[in-house]
């Protein structure tokens, strides 16, 4: 799963980018107002971490610019600022989280995930869609309790699909999720990939809408 983390101090910076690639998060790191982009997506970010006191503005202003431009992507507020209405001002404003500094890393990743899970409308670390279970923290998928043997493409492709079980996700936004960091995958390659999923899980579970992308069936 791939974050966005908004922070100015180098060393804390350093030290939350180094303990989300241990949990298997990829991570974009920016530094500033200026250099936040104008709208978050998923197609390319599955959470923001926000520090409000940002050497060019207020990270508040920036989550309500967000907002207002109906983003739903999860936000978690990082931040010196204790005060109770602090945190009120930043919950009221659309943030999902509030995590007063100093904290320890490991705190924020259950944050993280706990936020996450909310997301995909999941109670629990297991997620479960008819007969396939998905445990996105190991990167196990079972299906009627059989351990399924997937390339890590083929688990974040399930992943991207079970967030809204028969919802139709586009194919541009499944290309650009398998490599958030880099350049989307091109549709061959995509096809490849979902081709082989339905090889493990039965061709009935995964559905094609022409022209549009693919849904996963409960």
């Given at each position: ?17 180094a ?6 998060f990829?991570c ?7 250099d ?10 599955d ?16 989550l ?6 109906a ?10 600022r204790?005060a109770?209405?602090?945190r009120?001002?930043?919950?009221d404003?659309g ?13 924020l ?21 008819g ?22 493409r ?11 079980p ?14 958030p ?27 094609t ?7 996963l069936?409960a």
């Amino acid at each position: 799963m791939h974050l966005l983390l908004i922070e100015d101090d180098l060393d804390l910076g350093r030290a939350l980018q180094a303990a989300l690639k241990l949990e298997g998060f990829s991570c974009e790191w920016l530094r500033r107002v200026a250099d936040a982009p104008a709208v978050v997506d998923h197609a390319w970010v599955d959470c923001v971490l926000l520090d409000l006191s940002l050497p060019d503005g207020d990270g508040l202003q920036l989550l309500a610019q967000w907002r207002r431009q109906a983003s739903a992507v999860p936000v978690i507020v990082i931040t010196a600022r204790s005060a109770l209405q602090d945190r009120l001002e930043g919950l009221d404003g659309g943030a999902d989280d509030f995590l007063v500094k100093p904290f320890a890393p490991a705190e924020l990743i259950s944050r993280i995930r706990a936020v996450l899970r909310r997301y995909a409308r999941q109670a629990s670390e297991v997620w479960t869609v008819g007969q396939l279970t998905l445990e996105p923290r190991a990167h196990v998928a079972r299906l009627a309790g059989q351990p399924l043997e997937l390339t890590p493409r083929e688990f974040k492709l399930l992943l991207e699909l079970a967030r809204e079980p028969g919802a139709v996700v586009p194919k541009g936004f499944l290309a650009q999720r398998l490599e958030p960091l880099g350049e989307a995958i091109d549709f061959n390659a995509l096809e490849v990939h979902v081709f082989n999923l339905r090889r493990k899980l039965g061709p009935e579970r995964i559905h094609t809408v022409r022209g549009v992308g693919y849904l996963l069936k409960a």
